[in-house]
């Protein structure tokens, strides 16, 4: 069955900090979808923050992260990563991968990574 | 801010049926019939429900069904059962190819 593992959690102080969390994929086709990252605010919403196609590495970033996020793979690895880079405390959330089954649309998600940012 | 609007809660009785509501522009809900909708129970990862409006996956129940006019989107609930009391979120690609989300929707069965 299709499964996204994804790292622990991590503590971050900001003032410069980043973070990379990475979601370990199997029982699929690596290459053949797309992988999107979605946080997750406590107590808020979904905030899609982009994807990538693994098999040409192109990606896809919203607007407001543009400048600060990276999503990578390690095909070999079959494996996803995300690095977030300048952290503030707006950042503390929860992180989710998601296979992108279709277009636009995500039918299995990793089980989230906690990011916490904090002085 | 999110970009698609949801109302903030609905509920219902055992065996009802409900409709939650999902408002964005000509620019994403409106333009595409790429609106899905995703549940959530607390501590979980969301499950896909719909995708492309109307499209259910084989492993949703057929109670849950979706339908679009014009800019507004809408997933229906029909014979309520406990279990369904969840946060229920629609999503939409966007002209610039995003996707954005609805701030949520906290279904609660009476």
């Known amino acids: 069955q299709v499964q996204l593992v994804q790292s622990g959690a991590e503590v971050k102080k900001p003032v410069g900090a980043s973070v990379t969390l990475s979601c370990k994929t199997s029982g699929y086709v690596f290459t053949n979808y797309r992988i999107a990252w979605v946080r997750q605010a406590r107590g808020q919403g979904l905030e899609w923050m982009g994807w990538i196609s693994p098999d040409d590495r192109t990606t896809k970033y919203v607007g407001s992260l543009q400048d600060r996020v990276s999503m990578t793979t390690d095909t070999s690895a079959r494996t996803a990563y995300m690095e977030l880079r300048s952290l503030t405390s707006d950042d503390t959330a929860r992180y989710y991968c998601?296979?992108?089954?279709?277009?636009?649309?995500?039918?299995?998600w990793g089980q989230g990574s906690l990011v916490t940012v904090s002085s | 801010q999110s970009v698609l609007t949801q109302p903030a809660s609905v509920s219902g009785s055992p065996g009802q049926s409900i409709t939650i509501s999902c408002t964005g522009t000509?620019?994403?809900?409106?333009?595409?019939?790429?609106v899905s909708w995703y549940q959530q129970h607390p501590g979980k990862a969301p499950e896909l429900m719909i995708y492309?409006?109307?499209n259910r996956p084989s492993s949703v129940s057929g109670r849950f069904s979706g339908s679009k006019s014009g800019n507004t989107a809408s997933l229906a609930i029909s014979g309520l059962q406990a279990d369904d009391e969840a946060e229920y979120y629609c999503s939409s690609s966007t002209n610039i190819n995003t996707v954005v989300f609805g701030g949520g929707t906290k279904l609660t069965v009476l």
């Open positions: 998601a296979r992108e089954w279709g277009l636009y649309y995500f039918d299995s």
């Open positions: 000509g620019s994403d809900v409106g333009a595409y019939n790429s």
């Open positions: 492309d409006v109307t």
